[in-house]
């Protein structure tokens, strides 16, 4: 069985742009959450999405935003590009949320210049 | 304040030793996770626990509720034990809080 999939690997981008960063879950799975991971730094949570709908936000600003598709799958757009955006985005997938184990995407690593 | 706190922040063990890594939290939760994070970024889930006490091969992760307290430990430590673990708290509100990580190295 194919593991969490993200897209893409790698992205530049430069600050007051745009990006969407896109996320497969384990097929079976209905719940997909969001992460920030800055370099040094621990994972920071930023959204919970299960079944379509948002079950948790983190304290991230409005900039951040994200959907969950009928297929389960997520996508994650941050508007307005800042420096201090830079970091690794890790998505995971449950099968119904938080009280289940997590499984962890190999991230994509997003530079703002 | 965070809400989740490990301790410590680097260890270096020699091969054989046996580990532990530490994890208070402040908040009420649903379930405690234990991840292992190598180089390059890639985050494995070991252990989910909200109460007791689970073993898997080498590594044994425990849970206080009462203290709210975790422990996470490696017995017989390799170096290919080495790496990032990492401490989460997920609540029934679907939030999750990160530790800042326990960077282990285990020295041959």
């Known amino acids: 069985d194919a593991g969490v999939t993200q897209s893409p690997t790698h992205l530049i981008k430069t600050r007051g742009q745009h990006v969407t960063l896109r996320c497969s879950p384990i097929?079976?799975?209905?719940?997909v959450s969001w992460y920030q991971q800055v370099l040094g730094q621990g994972p920071q949570f930023i959204f919970q999405?299960?079944?379509?709908?948002?079950?948790g936000r983190g304290n991230f600003p409005d900039r951040f935003s994200a959907r969950q598709f009928p297929n389960y799958s997520s996508e994650l757009n941050v508007n307005a590009l800042l420096l201090g955006d830079s970091a690794l985005y890790l998505c995971?997938?449950?099968?119904?949320?938080?009280?289940?184990?997590?499984?962890f995407g190999p991230g994509t690593r997003l530079t703002v210049t | 304040k965070n809400e989740v706190e490990q301790s410590p922040q680097n260890l270096t063990a020699q091969e054989g030793e046996f580990i532990t890594i530490n994890c208070s939290y402040s908040?009420?939760?649903?379930?405690l996770h234990w991840l292992q994070q190598h180089p390059g970024g890639g985050i494995v889930s070991l252990f989910m626990?909200?109460?007791g006490k689970k073993k898997h091969g080498r590594l044994i992760a425990t849970i206080n509720i009462q203290e709210k307290h975790s422990s996470l430990h490696i017995t017989a430590s390799h170096p290919r034990d080495s790496a990032v673990y990492i401490c989460?708290?997920?609540?029934?509100?679907?939030?999750?809080?990160f530790g800042t990580g326990t960077s282990l190295t285990v020295i041959p």
């Open positions: 999405y299960y079944e379509k709908e948002e079950r």
């Open positions: 908040v009420g939760i649903s379930a």
């Open positions: 989460a708290a997920s609540n029934t509100g679907n939030q999750f809080y």
């Open positions: 995971a997938s449950s099968l119904a949320g938080s009280h289940y184990e997590q499984y």
């Open positions: 097929s079976g799975h209905k719940s």
């Open positions: 626990l909200s109460s």
